[in-house]
């Protein structure tokens, strides 16, 4: 019922930062959490980080746990990943997705998910 459309990927640095945005459209966008997930080249889907509906509390994979930060702007229905320090090994494509209440738990697999958006990190 949420379409997720993402961007802000694209070429950076070793070391330097990258912010990734998720557009979200349909009836509901604010009485969701949401997520970010990562996937690499004959790597299974990673979990990035996810964001209640007030964004009031956040978990972080612990790859990227000091490095990445999610919030989200609900009246702009937009979710953000700032990601900094980045790494080669954070290469992948990102993919935005809404669990199917306000709240997630973890192993919860979302419900809804965008297209992706690539990240490439040179070295």
């Known amino acids: 019922q949420v379409q997720l459309v993402e961007s802000g990927g694209g070429l950076v640095q070793a070391g330097g930062s990258l912010r990734l945005s998720c557009a979200a459209s349909?009836?509901?966008?604010?009485?969701?959490?949401m997520c970010w997930f990562r996937q690499a080249p004959g790597n299974e889907r990673e979990f990035v980080a996810a964001i209640t509906w007030s964004g009031a509390s956040t978990r972080y994979g612990d790859s990227v746990k000091g490095r990445f930060t999610i919030s989200r702007d609900n009246v702009k229905n937009t979710v953000y990943l700032q990601m900094n320090s980045l790494k080669p090994e954070d290469m992948a494509v990102y993919y935005c997705a809404a669990y199917s209440g306000k709240d997630y738990y973890i192993g919860q697999i979302p419900g809804n998910w965008g297209q992706g958006t690539q990240v490439t990190v040179s070295s």
């Open positions: 349909g009836r509901t966008f604010s009485g969701y959490a």
